[in-house]
C-alpha cells in the first residue's frame, strides 16, 4: 500500500520556523520526484516545492530564500524547512509524489489539492498556522 505520511505542522507566530517531513511508502522514493503544495481556505492549490535526486529542486518566487527542501533516502523521507515564516504562509501542506521525474509540476492547481490527477501519489495534509 502506498502511503505519504505528512507530520511537522503546526502553529507559530510571524517569523518563526517549522520543519514539515514526509515519510514514504509502498514505491520507490529514491527514483521519485517529490514535493510539497499548499492550500489556503478559498484559494487554489499552490506548488510550493519539488525535488528529484537531492540536488534537482524548485521553490516558488513567494518561499525563496526562506523554504528549503531535501530528502533522506535511507529514511524514505523529504522534507520542507520554513524559516522567516509569514501570516500567508498559512496553508494544509500537501506532500505529493511522482515515480517519473519527466512529468511537469504545476504551479496552481484549480480546486482541492488532492483531486488532482496529475500526481501520482498524495498525502493527507498538515496545518501550518502562522500568526501576526
Known amino acids: 500500500e502506498v502511503q505519504l505520511v505528512e507530520s511537522g505542522g503546526g502553529s507559530v507566530q510571524a517569523g518563526g520556523s517549522l520543519r514539515l517531513s514526509c515519510t514514504a511508502s509502498g514505491f520507490t522514493f529514491e527514483d521519485s520526484k517529490m514535493g510539497w503544495y499548499r492550500q489556503a481556505p478559498g484559494n487554489d492549490c499552490e506548488l510550493v516545492s519539488t525535488i528529484y535526486n537531492f540536488h534537482d529542486t524548485y521553490y516558488a518566487d513567494s518561499v525563496k530564500g526562506r523554504f528549503t527542501v531535501s530528502q533522506d533516502n535511507a529514511k524514505n523521507t523529504v522534507y520542507l524547512q520554513m524559516n522567516s515564516l509569514k501570516p500567508e504562509d498559512t496553508a494544509v501542506y500537501y506532500c505529493?509524489?511522482?515515480?517519473?521525474?519527466?512529468?511537469?509540476?504545476?504551479?496552481?492547481?484549480?480546486?482541492?489539492?488532492?483531486?488532482?490527477?496529475?500526481?501520482?501519489?498524495w498525502g493527507k495534509g498538515t496545518l501550518v498556522t502562522i500568526s501576526s
Open positions: 505529493a509524489a511522482d515515480r517519473s521525474r519527466d512529468v511537469g509540476w504545476i504551479s496552481k492547481i484549480s480546486g482541492n489539492c488532492r483531486s488532482y490527477y496529475g500526481r501520482d501519489y
